[in-house]
């Protein structure tokens, strides 16, 4: 069905308001509930920082680098937090840990905002914003300061600004593809068969990679042809960005003139890009903050070409001047001097930009290949540039509003992507049901912080919609539906090719994912579908490394979850009050003992190295209470299934976690995250759950319950021998 492209920019533009509102919301409530201790173990805060040094950086930024206080740490290292680049941080003084009330708006004042650029185990570099108030405040003196997690009104307002323009365009400017994309008129039809021979455009197809298969190399042909919109639907380890690689070149093969925007929803989609394109040699350039980038990729960074091309000599100069102002600072004491530093600095900035600018516009001229994240498309840099070909890469994990800062301007787009795995995280409450219980998660952020697929507390919740008033989003809207989505629905399968041989998994491990979610298409690759653990170096052949998928199944009640608000209750009649982060967030201390036992028999008598090993769950409160594995085995990897998305592992050990009378699953019920879940190993897929339980909660459920049961090594542990062996380790 046809879309008003009005009615859809107005609806995004609230459902984005809300969700930053949410954003907003979570932040101040997390800050003004716990201490910046348990916001740093929560992986929303770094504390006990001391202000290393200041240097210029891309736009003339001020780049703090901050790392431990010499006085906290000996090592020298930061402690495990889970703050990334990219982050929107605040850098502030460091509040006592008194157990004061603290808001947001006050601990805003006292410091300044900025984007965390870079993050080193000894330290982390934050762009401050340059008219932060106080900035001098902060960075000055020799105070110990902090850096807690904001809300991203960065990203946020890039994408209200396109859809903002959208909004306001009036028919006529409407492009053929944008015309197509909202179904105003169908996509140009491309021919059915174009298997039988290799034409496409001018000439023959030469592969420069021989070794790709037929669904890859028709994903290419199609995404070649089509004129207006293809879609490559990439399920796991079936090569999405192999095949993207190909495409690039291709591109180019057929017009050597073409010019192609690459982008995809974060830093990494898109350096993974740059790295597997660099060997080939073409002119290429990647926007984004190079502190921010793979070191891999830095080569091609529009700041360091700045700095090494000859075009780049202008800016120099400027930026020397500007980084010694810079370290003056730090020696002044007197609040009159560092006053006008900061009236210099402003004005070097003013000239930087504008040499900046025009060595940049220089150096994009040149390039064949521009690579951005999706937001990062939407920057100066590009402002007047006009691409052929927008292609995305995780197009299924992406807002469409986010997509629409890249295509705005675009004649022909192909998006690659997966949209039967999990959709961007979305906050606000107008996400449907069943997914709505899910927060923020990036891909780099596992580890035991808050960054799963968790809403914090039911009661948050609550809290949110009461401290802010939601602006009115019709029914049924939400920001979950990806423009893959979308266009899928629109369009239907015409639009789309299907990537179906998979490089990933044991040919046992893929069965249920591929006749269950991608009707039974999928194929092991020769080289995968009979990999086994006990097929590795120094991996001794154990019934754990024998089996690729094994099924612990604790029915029977002996395997209880519990909520943690619900110990919280119990503490709180024995007089301890605080809240806890994970809020009602589940955990299941007899699965938890038999993950442990299960990791102990892979490493110890198996020799499985821990860093072949993830253990993952839908649920922080358990990540949290297998924590403890990481001491005891460094290396193992503990996340949780949206963090994990896009990575892949020899062993996954799955714990779902729901056991209970009444059949609740909550949101295990998301057939996508399941997938995600089931779709991470190699070799071995080992699943720890109550079956009766967890059957109850949707027929796909029954059918992979079912399907272990017949199909995976069966284990029913004893829950007594398993207390009387932990006791005794
Ligand atoms: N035609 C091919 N022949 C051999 N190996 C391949 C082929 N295509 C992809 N691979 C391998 O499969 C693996 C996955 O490829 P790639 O990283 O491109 O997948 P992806 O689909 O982008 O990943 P994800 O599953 O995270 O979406 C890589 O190790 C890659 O080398």
Known sequence: MAIDIPTFASTQISLLAAELQAEVDETSMLVSLHSPTALQRAGVALTNLAVLSQRTGLGGKTVVEVGPDGAFSCSGDLPEHGIRSGDIVLLAEQPAASGKKREVKELERKGVKGVVTRVGRQGLGVAVEEDGEGEGEVVGGDRRVWIVKLADEVTWKRMNGT????????????????????????????????????????????????????????????????????????????????????????????????????????????????????????????????????????????????????????????????????????????????????????????????????????????????????????????????????????????????????????????????????????????????????????????????????????????????????????????????????????????????????????????????DELYEGKLIAAEGVKARLLNQLPDVRDVDETREPLVFIDTQGGDFPEKTEDEEEEEKKKKGVTKRSLYGDSKRNEGEAMLVREHVRCLVEDGGVRAEDVAVVSPYNAQLALLAPLKEQYPGIELGSVDGFQGREKEAVIVTLVRSNSDGEVGFLAEKRRLNVAMTRPKRSLTVIGDSETVKKGSKFLKKWMEFLEENADLRYPDLASLTAAAAKA
């Open 163 to 514: 859809m903002e323009k959208m909004a306001k365009m009036a028919e006529g400017e409407y492009s053929y593809f944008m015309r197509v994309l909202f179904g105003l008129t169908t996509p140009s039809p491309v021919p059915e068969d174009l298997s039988k021979d290799e034409e496409v455009g001018e000439g023959k197809i030469k592969w420069f990679d021989t070794s790709l298969n037929e669904s890859q190399k028709d994903a290419i042909r199609f995404a070649l042809k089509s004129q207006e919109i293809a879609l490559i639907h990439g399920p796991p380890g079936t090569g999405k960005t192999h095949t993207l690689i190909e495409l690039i070149l291709q591109l180019l093969a057929l017009n050597p003139n073409s010019r192609i925007l690459v982008c995809g929803p974060s830093n990494i989609s898109v350096d993974n890009i740059v790295e597997r394109l660099s060997p080939h040699k073409i002119p290429l350039i990647r926007l984004g903050h190079p502190a921010r980038l793979l070191p891999s990729v830095l080569n091609h960074s529009l700041d360091v070409l700045t700095r090494t091309s000859e075009a780049g000599a202008i800016v120099k100069d400027v930026r020397a001047e500007m980084d010694a102002k810079q370290a003056s600072i730090r020696k002044t004491r007197s609040g009159k001097e560092r006053k006008a530093i900061y009236a210099d600095l402003k004005e070097l900035r003013k000239e930087y930009r504008q040499r900046e600018k025009k060595c940049v516009s220089d150096l994009v001229a040149k390039s064949k290949v521009v690579l951005a994240t999706l937001h990062g498309s939407g920057g100066y840099q590009l402002r007047d540039e006009k691409f052929d070909v927008v292609i995305i890469d995780e197009a299924s994990q992406a807002l469409e509003a986010q997509c629409w800062v890249a295509l705005l301007s675009a004649k022909k787009a192909i998006c690659a992507g997966d949209h039967l795995q999990l959709p961007p995280t979305i906050k606000s409450l107008n996400s449907s049901s069943s997914s709505s219980s899910f927060s923020s998660s990036s891909k780099t952020s596992s580890k035991t912080s808050s960054t799963s697929g968790e809403k914090k507390t039911a009661k948050t919740k609550k809290d949110t919609a009461a401290s802010s008033t939601p602006p009115t989003i019709p029914k049924g809207a939400t920001l979950e539906t990806t423009l893959f989505d979308r266009l899928l629905s629109l369009h239907g399968p015409k639009i789309k090719r299907m990537l179906t041989t998979q490089y990933r998994m044991h040919e046992s491990i893929m069965r249920f994912p591929s």
